[in-house]
Structure formats: structure tokens, C-alpha cells
């Protein structure tokens, strides 16, 4: 049984919220369904799911796609009873794929409704995409041997490509742009593994940062790429941790202190990369560079800091107020080697540079305290808007995955930190 897990309990507190409205497909061919709101949008997301895989699966592998055998729907609220070999309670908040009967199903009571209030419908769609991609699996076949949290990072990489098909309008349901798609994303943060855990626990499923980068992959290039991720040659980040039970319980860094760390390992790390590189004045005002870059900006020859940095740190997260003011050192670092600081280029420089100091940091020996954990923080912030991509107008990347991807470039090398 292989499913995702709703691990923010807070998230059930709204269960009783009616999934309203007449939206979604006849759901006449799910078993168990009640015929209500919430069944017929998840018919509609696996309908056009798997009228992708009907289009795509012979192209990627060769053979025709053989449709899932059955779809089923159980409300967890008021069930009983065995689903999957399993007493159905355990499907609470969930989504699973059962491999043995060949089903995905859905919790109709408590994870559809959910999903939808907090995200979006476009959040339903990913998470049954994820379930179609375990469907995939069974029909190419998976080393035996593949830890869970591989095969969980192929059936995310595999909704994503599905996600980039139906955005385009392939499907039945609207288009869908790049905010409902950070949404979905969002919604897939919901389901990731806790901070401090093994990337190769049984189970694993992944941090925010492993989940978000293996859909961006599948969104951007598609499912062959995903038919290609073995243990071997994909990097999950919870493995970079020395010390998981001190990575989970570090806490977060008290916001002064945050900000003089940052300067100093930003400033010393650049003299090693850019011989000459001079520290720029840091001073904080009520508005930075005239409200063009956000939270945090560089303009005149200096780093501007306004209180939205402090308000990143409270509401996201340590790492994603460094995330933001390191993007701001980029364009300071770029401005003193001749680089342009506005347009396409100065916008993915800023993120890569971002994702390469993080990356710097994460390495053992920095003596910063960064963890894994930081890096979902970082997640948060660029799904959240393009600021920290900003360049010196504050124009940044509009997609979520590619400002998401560009960020993991950066933090892993890829052969991208060189020219951050």
C-alpha cells in the first residue's frame, strides 16, 4: 500500500466543510461513491489523468496504456470495513494506490474537502496524479530493491508531468496558471516527511524539498526523466544532514542573530568566490529601494532591509529570510563584477546564488547550523510569490517550479554553481 500521508493534523479540522457546487464528472463509475461534490471533482482529476497516460504512456514506454482497474471512494468519517487488506479508518486524510486490485482511492470525507478549501482544486488533481504515477510503476516495473523514498519521488516526478499536460488545457477541466499550481504545491508540503527524518527510513516519502524538486522535474521534462530516478542518481537532502536528532530539534534562529550570521558567512564566502568583493552598506528603512524588490532590496550601491524580512522570518521561517537577503547579496556580488542586475538572466542568478550559499552551508564543516528542514523554508518563500527571484526592478520568475528548480540547482551543484 503505498499512499500520501496528511501529516498537518490541523488541516482535518475543517472536514465538515461541504465540498459545494456541481463542478467535476458523473461519478457513477467509482465504487462507493455517494455521488457528492467532492467525488465528482475527484472523478474529473482521474478522468483527465488518465486520458494523459492513455496519450502519453505509448510514446515514453512503447506499449499501450492499460487503463486502472478500478476507482474507489470511502468516507473515513463513517466507514468501516477493510480497503486495500486494511481497516479503512487507516485511509483517513488520505489518497493511496493499491497495487494488489489495481486502485487508487480517495478519503472523500476528510481529504477531499480539505484539499479544496485550503488549496484548491488544482491540489486534487496532484494528489491523484501521484497515486496514477504508483499505477505507472506497476506497469514498467520497479527494482524490488527501490527504497520507498525513490518510488515516492517518481510517482510525484509523474504527476508533475501530467500537471504540465492538463495546465495546458488537454484535459476536461480549465487551464490552470502558475498561482493555483504554487497552491498545489503547497499542498503537496502537507504530505512531507517530518524534519530529522532518514531518507532512508521505511516509508520515507521525502522533505518538502525532495517532493517539490522531483514534480518540478516531471513538470519540466516530462515522464521520461521520472522513468530514470534510481537511489543512485538522485540526491535526497535529508541524506546531507550529519546529525538528523540535532538537525530536528536546532529551532529557529532569533532574527538578529539570523541577519549578522548571514552577512558575515555571505560576505566571507564571496571573497573566496570573487576576489575584491567589498561588503555593501546594510541599513535597514520602512520601504526598500522605493518598494520595487520586497522584504529586502539592493539599489544605490546598498542592502535594504524593511520589516517584511522580519515578517518572512515569523511566518515562514529562518531560511526564508536568509533565502531573501541572500538573493540581495547576488545582485550586490553581480553589480561590483560588471554583471547586468535587471532582466531574465539577473533574476535566475539571483535564485542559483541563493540555492549555492544554502548549499555552502549545508556542507559539512560550515558551523552555521543549517539542517535540511531550512531548506522547506526556503520552499515556502518561493512558492509563495517571485520575490525572493527578484532582480534589481523586482521582476522575477513568474513559474513556481522554475523558481523552485533553479533554487535546487544552486543547492546541489548541477553544474550551476559556477555561474551563479
Request: contains cysteine.
Amino acid at each position: 500500500m503505498r499512499s500520501l500521508r496528511l501529516l498537518s493534523c490541523c488541516l482535518l479540522l475543517v472536514v465538515l466543510t461541504a465540498c459545494g457546487g456541481e463542478d467535476g464528472v458523473d461519478p457513477g463509475f467509482v465504487k462507493g461513491t455517494d455521488g457528492s461534490g467532492a467525488d465528482r471533482l475527484a472523478a474529473a482529476a482521474v478522468t483527465d489523468v488518465q486520458s494523459y497516460w492513455r496519450t502519453e504512456f505509448p510514446k515514453t514506454f512503447g506499449k499501450p496504456w492499460q487503463p486502472v482497474h478500478e476507482f474507489r471512494s470511502v468516507d473515513t468519517l463513517h466507514a468501516s470495513g477493510q480497503v486495500c487488506g486494511r481497516p479503512a479508518g487507516e485511509l483517513e486524510g488520505n489518497a493511496l494506490y493499491c497495487p494488489e486490485q489495481d486502485t487508487v482511492l480517495w478519503d472523500r470525507g476528510a481529504l477531499v474537502p480539505v484539499l479544496r478549501q485550503q488549496f484548491g482544486d488544482t491540489a486534487v488533481l496532484a494528489v491523484l496524479a501521484h497515486e496514477f504515477g504508483h499505477a505507472v510503476q506497476r506497469r514498467t516495473g520497479m527494482p524490488a530493491a527501490s527504497p520507498s523514498v525513490v518510488t515516492e519521488a517518481m510517482a510525484d516526478c509523474y504527476s508533475g508531468a501530467s500537471l504540465r499536460w492538463l495546465a495546458a488545457g488537454h484535459g476536461a477541466r480549465p487551464r490552470f496558471g502558475s498561482g493555483e499550481l504554487a497552491r498545489a504545491l503547497q499542498a503537496l508540503m502537507t504530505f512531507r516527511d517530518p524534519a530529522g527524518s532518514a531518507a532512508n527510513a521505511n516509508g520515507a516519502h521525502g522533505d518538502a524539498f525532495d517532493r517539490v524538486t522531483a514534480f518540478g522535474d516531471g513538470y519540466r521534462d516530462g515522464p521520461r526523466r521520472c522513468s530514470a530516478m534510481t537511489a543512485s542518481n538522485r540526491v535526497f537532502t535529508q541524506q546531507r544532514s550529519t546529525d538528523l536528532d540535532a538537525a530536528a530539534s536546532a529551532g529557529e534562529m532569533p532574527y538578529r542573530e539570523l541577519l549578522g550570521k548571514v552577512t558575515g558567512s555571505l560576505t566571507t564566502w564571496l571573497r573566496d568566490r570573487q576576489p575584491g568583493f567589498r561588503a555593501p552598506p546594510q541599513r535597514e528603512v520602512a520601504n526598500p529601494c522605493a518598494g520595487r524588490q520586497g522584504a529586502a532590496g539592493y539599489c544605490s550601491g546598498e542592502i535594504q532591509i524593511g520589516p517584511g524580512l522580519a515578517a518572512l522570518h515569523r511566518e515562514l521561517g529562518d531560511w526564508a529570510a536568509g533565502t531573501m537577503l541572500a538573493g540581495r547579496y547576488a545582485l550586490a556580488a553581480g553589480a561590483q563584477a560588471g554583471h547586468p542586475v535587471t532582466g531574465e538572466r539577473a533574476a535566475t542568478h539571483v535564485l542559483c546564488f541563493a540555492g549555492a550559499f544554502t548549499g555552502h552551508l549545508l556542507e559539512r564543516g560550515s558551523g552555521f547550523g543549517l539542517s535540511p528542514g531550512d531548506l522547506d523554508e526556503s520552499v515556502r518563500l518561493l512558492l509563495r510569490s517571485p520575490e525572493a527571484s527578484g532582480d534589481a526592478d523586482g521582476k522575477g520568475i513568474d513559474s513556481p517550479i522554475e523558481r523552485v528548480l533553479t533554487f535546487r540547482d544552486g543547492v546541489l551543484g548541477n553544474g550551476a554553481r559556477e555561474h551563479c
